[in-house]
T-cell receptor, first 111, second 116 residues
Framework: GDSVTQMEGPVTLSEEAFLTINCTYT??????LFWYVQYPGEGLQLLLK?????DKGSNKGFEATYRKETTSFHLEKGSVQVSDSAVYFC??????????FGAGTTVTVRA | ETGVTQTPRHLVMGMTNKKSLKCEQH?????MYWYKQSAKKPLELMFV???????ENNSVPSRFSPECPNSSHLFLHLHTLQPEDSALYLC???????????????FGPGTRLLVL
């Protein structure tokens, strides 16, 4: 079945540092790929998405590029802020309606 | 209100109680979902409704009973729960169409449930 693997956390960074969270997937065909973010005490918010190979999703300074050749969708941000502290989930959806989530990566940004 | 709302945000119940979680979406979507998020576990899909019909029951125990009276509302009725059912229950909705651009799921804030 479909699955998503993302780097284990926790990740701790200083403000203005560069953030990368690796995400790889296993799926048949051409899934759509997502990054969701969960701030403390809240539900999941869609951060960005890409629906086909070589698409780049971007939002709030975060970017991720759909790489079919490496089955990856790594999340990056050039300069993190304390407000970016959250849990980040990589996910995919395939020919059905089911979202498959990674385990989540906890990111803490220190001032 | 906009987006997906859930009530209550927090709930404490005993194992013999009966309670219900409510989800409402204001996005004009046709599909709604219940997920369970437990500590140190991946998000688990519980139920899927499309056009008010249940299309997925992901091996969920019968002590969880969903209800979808219309495309905007989704309930999760709870009875005789166990302490291990304590978790964050998330509701989501999507357009439900086959178009990849419309399949994105939007989540509510969740109900934090504690079963004593």
């Amino acid at each position: 079945g479909d699955s998503v693997t993302q780097m284990e956390g926790p990740v701790t960074l200083s403000e203005e540092a560069f953030l990368t969270i690796n995400c790889t997937y296993t799926a048949t065909g051409y899934p759509s790929l997502f990054w969701y973010v969960q701030y403390p005490g809240e539900g999941l918010q869609l951060l960005l998405k890409a629906t086909k190979a070589d698409d780049k999703g971007s939002n709030k300074g975060f970017e991720a590029t759909y790489r079919k050749e490496t089955t990856s969708f790594h999340l990056e941000k050039g300069s993190v802020q304390v407000s970016d502290s959250a849990v980040y989930f990589c996910a995919l959806i395939n020919y059905d309606y089911k979202l498959s989530f990674g385990a989540g990566t906890t990111v803490t940004v220190r001032a | 209100e906009t987006g997906v709302t859930q009530t209550p945000r927090h709930l404490v119940m005993g194992m013999t109680n009966k309670k219900s979680l409510k989800c409402e979406q204001h996005l004009g979507h046709n599909a709604m979902y219940w997920y369970k998020q437990s500590a140190k576990k991946p998000l688990e899909l519980m139920f899927v409704y499309s056009l008010e019909e249940r299309v997925e029951n992901n091996s969920v125990p019968s002590r969880f009973s969903p209800e979808c009276p219309n495309s905007s509302h989704l309930f999760l009725h709870l009875h005789t729960l166990q302490p291990e059912d304590s978790a964050l229950y998330l509701c989501a909705s999507s357009q439900g169409a086959a178009d990849r651009e419309l399949e994105t799921q939007y989540f509510g804030p969740g109900t934090r449930l504690l079963v004593l």
